[in-house]
Nanobody, 125 residues
Framework: QVHLVESGGGLVQAGGSLRLSCTASGRAYSNYAMGWFRRTPGREREFVASISWSGHKTEYADSVKGRSTISRDNAKDTMYLQMNSLKYEDTAVYYC??????????????????WGQGTQVTVSS
């Protein structure tokens, strides 16, 4: 089992930027596709972005495409989400997720094996 810890959330003005980090420990991190999800009160948790174990494949939700970049550094067991041009509607708790894919290099999150505890992002208008 992999254990995930997010960091980097905070309060930012609309139009600003934030970089979220997710650090993993436990099972071999490089065998996992990784992703970011977010949830606002009263809504289902929604997909934001994901990345394959190699880092060569990525997926983005339409709501963040062009404004966000997901990346990972397997040597540091860490994944990142750089978010630019932030909007009020990006306000949410952001969760890191891991999907064990073995040798399959796929960015699509099929089944989440582990979640982080979440980090709050608040965008002021």
């Amino acid at each position: 089992q992999v254990h995930l810890v997010e960091s980097g959330g905070g309060l930012v003005q609309a139009g600003g930027s934030l970089r979220l980090s997710c650090t993993a420990s436990g099972r071999a991190y490089s065998n996992y596709a990784m992703g970011w999800f977010r949830r606002t009160p009263g809504r289902e948790r929604e997909f934001v972005a994901s990345i394959s174990w190699s880092g060569h494949k990525t997926e983005y939700a339409d709501s963040v495409k062009g404004r966000s970049t997901i990346s990972r550094d397997n040597a540091k067991d860490t994944m990142y989400l750089q978010m630019n041009s932030l909007k009020y509607e990006d306000t949410a708790v952001y969760y890191c997720a891991a999907d064990y894919t073995g040798d399959r290099d796929d960015a699509v999150i099929m089944a989440v094996d582990a979640w982080g505890q979440g980090t709050q992002v608040t965008v002021s208008s």
